[in-house]
């Protein structure tokens, strides 16, 4: 059980969750709100109050064959991500 008068799901919100990544340096997957077929991969460098994030060494990948197109470094806005997580492949 989580202590008394504490969230025991203030771990799971976004924003520390990206702190975390942020922290640990880490390669993130993107899932975008509008294309299903492809997703972005990078290392996390910075995001800012709308969930704009930078990524470097980004990626687009393909979700059916797997094929990866770099694209270098990018700046998505946060009003396009509908779910990230961090890779495996790290």
């Not at 799901?9 to 997957?29: D, G």
């Not at 990078?42 to 979700?63: H, K, M, S, Y």
Request: hydrophobic share 35%.
């Amino acid at each position: 059980m989580a202590p008394k008068g504490k969230n025991r799901y203030q771990n799971f919100y976004p924003i520390v969750q990206l702190y975390r990544f942020l922290e640990e340096r880490a390669r993130i997957q993107i899932w975008l709100h509008d294309d299903n077929k492809m997703r972005i991969e990078g290392e996390l460098r910075g995001f800012d109050e709308f969930f704009n994030l930078t990524l470097i060494n980004a990626q687009e990948v393909a979700v059916k064959s797997g094929e990866k197109t770099e694209i270098g470094t990018i700046i998505l806005k946060g009003e396009n991500i509908c779910l990230f997580h961090k890779t495996e492949d790290h």
